[in-house]
C-alpha cells in the first residue's frame, strides 16, 4: 500500500513538472490577447469596432478565435436585448406604428433564435451556423431600419446591432 502511494506520488510530482512549464510557456509561444485581437480584427468589415468592443471584454485576452466571436456574439445579445426595450418603451407610447411592431418581431427573432445558433456554431466548432446567425441579425437591424418610412427613432440602435453582427459573421468566417 506505501509502495503504491509513493508511485503515485512520483508520477504525479512528474508530471507536474513536465507538464507545468509547457502550461506557462503555451501563453508566450501562443499569445491570446492583443496581437490575435489584431490579427483577427483585421479580416473584419469594421477593425475599429471589432478591436474596441473585445479589449472592452476581459474574456478576450485568454479567448482563441473562437472565443472572440463568442464575446461579439454577447455584444450583438446585449445591444439588442437594449433595442428591444427601446421599442417596447416606444410602443407604449406609439402603440399602432406598425413599424415598431415589426422591430419588435425583428428583434425577438434575433435574441431567441439567431443569438443562440451563433453561439452554438461557435461553441461547438460549428463556424457557418455562427456565420449565418450572425449575418441574418445584421439583415434583421437593416430589415427594421428600412421599415420606417421616414425618420427611424432606431437609427443608431439598428447601426449598431448590423455593425457588430457583420463583425462576428467575418471572425466566424476566418473559422471555415
Do not use: W
Request: hydrophobic share 40%; glycine share 6%.
Amino acid at each position: 500500500m506505501n509502495n503504491s502511494t509513493s508511485l503515485l506520488q512520483l508520477v504525479c510530482c512528474t508530471l507536474l513538472v513536465f507538464l507545468l512549464p509547457v502550461a506557462l510557456c503555451s501563453r508566450v509561444v501562443f499569445p491570446t490577447d492583443a496581437n490575435l485581437i489584431d490579427q483577427t480584427c483585421k479580416q473584419t468589415p469594421n477593425y475599429a469596432l471589432c478591436v474596441s468592443s473585445l479589449k472592452s471584454d476581459p474574456r478576450s485576452s485568454t479567448a482563441d478565435v473562437s472565443g472572440l466571436g463568442v464575446i461579439l456574439v454577447d455584444i450583438v445579445k446585449a445591444k439588442s436585448t437594449d433595442t428591444l426595450n427601446k421599442i417596447n418603451t416606444l410602443l407604449k407610447q406609439r402603440p399602432g406604428d406598425q413599424a415598431l411592431k415589426s422591430c419588435a418581431r425583428f428583434y425577438d427573432t434575433v435574441v431567441e433564435a439567431l443569438v443562440p445558433e451563433a453561439q452554438q456554431g461557435f461553441s461547438l466548432g460549428n463556424p457557418k451556423f455562427a456565420e449565418q446567425g450572425m449575418n441574418d441579425a445584421a439583415g434583421e437591424a437593416k430589415t427594421c431600419e428600412d421599415g420606417f418610412s421616414g425618420k427611424s427613432p432606431l437609427t443608431d440602435n439598428n447601426k449598431a446591432v448590423h455593425d457588430i453582427a457583420a463583425v462576428a459573421a467575418a471572425i466566424a468566417r476566418t473559422l471555415l
